[in-house]
Every structure is written in C-alpha cells, then in structure tokens.
C-alpha cells in the first residue's frame, strides 16, 4: 500500500464509522485506545523485555539557557522495539488516530487542519514549551 493522505484517511474513517456515531462512544474508545497504546508499550518492557526504562529525575540547571538543556534530557528509554512489538505498538497507536480522527469527522474538524494549526504553533513556541 502506497503513502495515504490524511484526507483520504479521514475519508476512510468516515466510511467505516457506523457502530460509533455517538460522539460519547467515540470519546470513550479514544479513551480505551490511549490506555492499549500505554499497555502496548508496557509489555514490551515487562512481558518481551526489548525495551527498556530507566528513569530517574531530570537534571537541571538553572544557570543554562533551555536550550542548552536540550541534550541532558533524556527520555529514560532503551529500545530498539522487537519486531512483534512495534507490530502491536503501530497497530494500537493506529486505532488511536482512528478513534481521534472519527473524532474530527464528528466535530467537523479536518485532521489536516489540526496538524497544520500545531505544526505552527510549534514553531512559534520552540522547543521547550512542549508540555
Ligand atoms: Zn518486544
């Protein structure tokens, strides 16, 4: 399968979404979905083991500047995902943009658009205004 854009994949959700047209069914598989994408990523760590976390506080220096931050911080994982496991992570992790795309589709939002307006508010903000 070629490179879809995301007008055709919110174009195919809109079509497969006929079970959940509620707008309270669609917030809550959103819901459920976040939690398999963490319980995914979970295993992968605790179940298979090729991932790993190791986490502790995060140094911080007043003195610098945030950018200088930028390389101290680290994100307390050591991966590469095994291949059964980046199956499982990508596929829930598709789920989720399903289920929050049907959430656009149901708020008349383009998915395009939500990139587009993040994109640039992005870079606007820089680099440490991400939380
Ligand atoms: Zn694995």
New binding site residues.
């Given amino acids: 399968m070629g490179k879809i854009s995301l007008e055709e994949f919110q174009d195919q959700v809109s079509q497969l979404l006929i079970r959940h047209r509620s707008v309270l069914d669609v917030l809550s598989k959103t819901q459920e979905s976040t939690a398999r994408v963490n319980r995914a990523l979970t295993k ?1 760590v605790t179940e ?4 790993e976390v190791s986490a502790r506080k995060q140094p911080y220096d007043t003195d610098k500047s945030l950018k200088e931050h930028q390389s101290h911080l680290d994100t307390h994982y050591s991966g590469p ?2 291949e ?2 980046k199956d499982v992570l990508t596929a829930e992790l598709g789920k989720n943009l399903f289920y929050l795309t049907a959430l656009c589709n149901i708020a008349d939002i383009k998915l395009a658009d939500v990139l587009e307006t993040e994109g640039k508010r992005l870079n606007t903000l820089g680099v440490f205004n991400l939380s």
């Fill in positions: 992968a298979c083991g090729c991932v995902l095994c059964h496991c």
